[in-house]
């Protein structure tokens, strides 16, 4: 699983002394475990999918306290929060090109925006930006 892997690289960077990335991903597997907690209550998994939707979330957070630390000017601060986030964004699946997403929804029997947008969500979740597909589905109706 994903969370494994975070996990072990984890323990490499501590072994590294690399505080950005031991940071990055200590922020994710918090997050992995406060949600796992959540998820056992309602009598739930987390999924590699789930992962991929944090490490998503803690990326998106990490790039808005960097354009704060930029728009402060404290370029040394937001330096290790860009590092923070290349040591994330590895664990992140490779994301669909735009054609490789044409091809699913002209694969679709029904090619309406709700339906398309349903398809990826269930079936490319963390895969595909869903923005990228509204934008693309739109193009079909």
């Given at each position: ?10 323990l490499q ?28 209550a ?16 803690t ?22 929060i ?18 490789e ?35 693309i ?5």
């Amino acid at each position: 699983m994903l969370i494994d892997e975070l996990k072990k690289a984890k323990l490499q960077a501590m072994k590294e002394h690399n505080e950005d990335a031991k940071t990055a991903i200590s922020m994710v597997v918090s997050s992995y475990l406060n949600l796992s907690v959540d998820f056992k209550a309602k009598g739930k998994e987390v999924s590699d999918a789930d992962v991929v939707s944090l490490i998503q979330k803690t990326i998106k957070s990490l790039e808005e306290e960097k354009q704060m630390y930029l728009d402060n000017s404290r370029e040394e601060t937001a330096n290790q929060i860009a590092k923070q986030v290349e040591a994330i964004k590895v664990f992140l699946p490779k994301m669909m090109s735009e054609e490789e997403i044409k091809k699913v929804i002209e694969g679709l029997e029904d090619k309406s925006i709700k339906n398309v947008m349903s398809t990826f969500k269930k079936d490319y979740a963390g895969k595909v930006d869903m923005s990228l597909v509204s934008k693309i589905a739109k193009s079909y109706n």
